[in-house]
C-alpha cells in the first residue's frame, strides 16, 4: 500500500462534504488533492488544512483529469453521479468509486456496505448507506432472527439532513416550534433498509429544528417471549467488538452524539407480553450516518484499519 492516497471528491460543497474534509485532515495517508465544483471553480477550498492553496476545479464532465487520483469520491444529488462515474471508469479504471447518493444502494453490481455489518473487504466500487436507513439497520441487525412481522421505524433529524440548499424542510419559519414529517411512505431509507437488512419494514422521518443529529425508535415484534435484559446481551455481543457502537441501559440522546463517531442504542424495553420491543438508536447524520462511514469504506478498500483518520475516543 502506498504511504499516500489520493482522493477527487467530485461535489462536495454540502454539509457531508465538509465533515469528509474535516475528517481527511487528521488521515495519515489519504490526500485530498481535487475538488470539482459546478457553482465555486477557483476558490479555496476552506476547512482544508493540508494544502492551504487548494482550489475548487470546475466541474465538467468533458473536462475531468483525474491522473494520479486513486479515490473518486462522488458527493452528486440522487440521480446524478451516473454519468460522471461512467466517463471516469472509462478513462481512468483504476479509480476507486464511493457513491454518497442514493444511486447504487439497490444495485446488485455496487458494493453497499455499513463497515460495522460488512463481513468483507470493501470493493473498488461502493455504494455509503443512508443515515435513516443506517440507524435502522445497526437497531436490527442483531436481532434479524428474532424477529416476527412488520417493523415500524419512526425517525427525527436535525435540518441538515435536508440538504444546504434552501427547501421546505430547512426553512427556519416552517421549523420554528415545528417537527415536519414528510415522505411518509416508500422514503429512500425504507427501501434500502428492506433491500440490505429485512424487508418487511416501514419507516416514517421527521425533521426537527435542530441542526444535526438523529433518532430512531423502532416498534419490532418478536417471535418468542424475551426479557429486556436477553436482548441487551445479544446486542452487547453482537457489537462488541465495534468501537463506534455504544449500547446502554439508558435512552439515547441526540446530544451525546452530535459531533461524534459513535452509535448510541438503547432504550431496549419488552411490554408485559414479553414479545412487542421497542429499540432506539442515535447517530450523527452528518458523520457516522455518512462522513464517518464514507472514511470507513475507503480504508477497508485500501486494506488499511478501518478506523484509521477517525478520532474517536
Known sequence: MKNKINIAMIGGRGFVGQEIISILNDHPIF??????????AGKVVEGYK????????????????????DIA????????????????????????????????????????????LATKK???????????????????????????GR???????????????PNDKNNPVNLKNNIIPYSLTNHLHE????????????????VGNFFRGILITSHIQLKTSQTNQEILGTFIDFYQNSKLIEVLDDIPMINKVANTHKVLIGGISIDNSGVNLTVCCALDNLLKGAATQVIQNLNSACSLDELIGINYE
Not at 50 to 69: A, G, R, T, V
Not at 191 to 206: D, L, N, R, W
Open 191 to 206: 427501501q434500502e433498509v428492506s433491500k440490505q437488512c429485512y424487508e418487511e419494514i416501514s419507516f416514517s422521518p421527521h
Open 73 to 116: 469520491i462522488m458527493a452528486l444529488a440522487n440521480d446524478e453521479s451516473e454519468s460522471y462515474i461512467n466517463i471516469i471508469k472509462k478513462d481512468y479504471p483504476n479509480i476507486i468509486f464511493i457513491d454518497l447518493s442514493s444511486d447504487h444502494r439497490l444495485d446488485k453490481t455496487w458494493d453497499y456496505r455499513v463497515p460495522e
Open 151 to 165: 417493523v415500524s421505524s419512526i425517525g427525527i433529524s436535525g435540518y441538515s439532513g435536508a440538504g444546504a440548499s
Open 122 to 148: 470493501a470493493t473498488k466500487f461502493i455504494s455509503n448507506p443512508g443515515c435513516y436507513a443506517s440507524a435502522i439497520q445497526f437497531s436490527l441487525a442483531p436481532i434479524k432472527n428474532l424477529i416476527s
Open 50 to 69: 493540508k494544502s492551504s492553496n487548494l482550489k475548487y476545479c470546475l466541474l465538467d464532465i468533458s473536462n475531468l483529469q483525474l491522473e494520479d487520483i
Open 31 to 40: 490526500m485530498l488533492s481535487k475538488v470539482f465544483s459546478k457553482t465555486a
